[in-house]
């Protein structure tokens, strides 16, 4: 953190020859459990993790916007008057940010700054929300616009819906807002209510990196939705008041055999018990449970590679080999999948020797240079003010 904080400090005054005024700071996330079901109104667990995507920045008398990109080599120019035409890349996720805030009515000013972030790209650690989360948490900032994490969140999440094409639901963007030093976060997806959460006594998330690549615009995720939604609609003829997988339990579907194809209701499926695992996951751990959280988190990775169909052979290894190691409690792909990362929840004192015995074998077997580090729950954006 200090590593990075100092760094887009020193690129800044490097590039614009002078201090800023101002420093944000966006977390990644993992989830614990909880996984495709917040575009379906359902119930969700991340935590904010102590990676991030810093920026130093500089209101501007003017509606320019640059931002240089450390980690691209790159720089985004535009002007708030005219941001242009959707594109594709790293800056698309920073004009779609301008473009949400003033879609909602706020006065936006230009700025100048430096981004960097330690947040593995394509990892399932929504390295798009968190910087989608800083550029919100800058412009507010440069712009005199009260911070009120949900709504920005909404915003951030309309702008990777309808500017960069993804379809994704709000968790990202709201853990990466709401996040809380030392607990995770349940969302009711739907409502937007979170609580806080505590991990279980004398356990730690280990987060396993598989350095498969993954690439969720147009992908495989859209079509996930689109199923949901017409295993919804389907399931409206006998149930009206069914709005969302949300309000589907498993005695309703297992009663919708005949609405039902065998694709959809695979799909239903994992929804609807997952989010009946996220609420066992929450009193379990509120119990201090490690045990029954860690049988959760190891079913919900066999529904999400046998149902929903998103893990992938890197992940599924990596998960395989986590529950074979000691102080190694359970294990599941995190995020929507298709490569990326995993996590264990493991005992602190085995932590080390985990990690070696899970990479080695890995790298090993597949070829890639996947990584390992451990992480705990660390705040949502945050901003400094840096002179007064």
Same mark, same amino acid.
Not at 64 to 72: E, Y
Not at 126 to 138: M, N, P, Y
């Given at each position: ?32 459990? #909880? ?28 509606a320019q916007v640059v931002l240089h990109s450390l980690d691209f080599r790159d720089c985004v120019r535009f002007s708030l008057e005219d941001i242009g035409e959707r594109d594709k890349g790293w800056g698309e996720y920073v004009r779609g ?84 030093? #030392? ?61 969302a997988l949300r309000d589907v339990s498993s005695t309703m579907l297992a009663q919708a055999a005949d609405l039902l194809s065998p694709l959809q209701m695979r799909r239903a499926r994992h929804v609807v018990s997952e989010n009946e695992r ?48 000691? #102080? ?61």
């Amino acid at each position: 953190m200090a590593s990075l904080r100092k760094r887009v400090l020193n690129e800044f005054k490097q590039y614009f020859g002078y201090v800023p005024d101002l420093l944000v700071r966006a977390p990644g996330r993992v989830n614990l459990i #909880g996984e495709h079901t917040d575009y379906n109104d359902g119930f969700v667990l991340p935590m904010a993790i102590d990676r991030a995507v810093w920026i130093a920045l500089q209101p501007r008398q003017n509606a320019q916007v640059v931002l240089h990109s450390l980690d691209f080599r790159d720089c985004v120019r535009f002007s708030l008057e005219d941001i242009g035409e959707r594109d594709k890349g790293w800056g698309e996720y920073v004009r779609g940010v301008a473009w949400a805030l003033q879609q909602a009515g706020h006065r936006l000013r230009g700025w100048e700054g430096v981004v960097t972030g330690d947040v593995p790209r394509g990892s399932g650690l929504s390295s798009s929300a968190a910087l989608e989360l800083a550029v919100a948490r800058a412009f507010a900032a440069a712009s005199d616009i009260p911070w009120h994490p949900p709504e920005m969140a909404q915003l951030c999440q309309r702008a990777e819906n309808e500017w960069v094409g993804v379809h994704c639901g709000i968790m990202d963007q709201l853990i990466s807002a709401c996040g809380e030093r #030392g607990r995770a976060l349940q969302i009711d997806c739907r409502s937007l209510r979170t609580e806080p959460v505590p991990l279980p006594t004398h356990t730690q998330i280990l987060v396993l990196y598989s350095a498969a690549p993954r690439n969720l615009a147009g992908s495989a995720y859209n079509q996930r939705r689109s199923t949901c939604e017409t295993a919804v609609r389907q399931l409206q003829q006998r149930w009206p008041a069914v709005t969302a997988l949300r309000d589907v339990s498993s005695t309703m579907l297992a009663q919708a055999a005949d609405l039902l194809s065998p694709l959809q209701m695979r799909r239903a499926r994992h929804v609807v018990s997952e989010n009946e695992r996220v609420l066992a996951a929450v009193a379990a751990m509120r119990a201090g449970d490690a045990q029954t959280l860690g049988r959760l988190m190891q079913a919900s990775h066999d529904s999400l590679r046998h149902d929903y169909e998103v893990s992938s052979r890197e992940l599924d290894l990596l998960v395989s080999l986590a529950m074979q190691t000691p #102080g190694v409690y359970g294990a599941r792909l995190t995020g929507a999948g298709f490569g990326g990362c995993a996590i264990a929840l493991v005992q602190p004192e085995a932590a080390a020797a985990a990690r070696r015995a899970i990479i080695e074998p890995y790298r090993a077997q597949t070829g890639l240079r996947g990584s390992t580090f451990v992480t705990m729950p660390t705040a949502g954006a945050e901003v400094w003010r840096l002179r007064r």
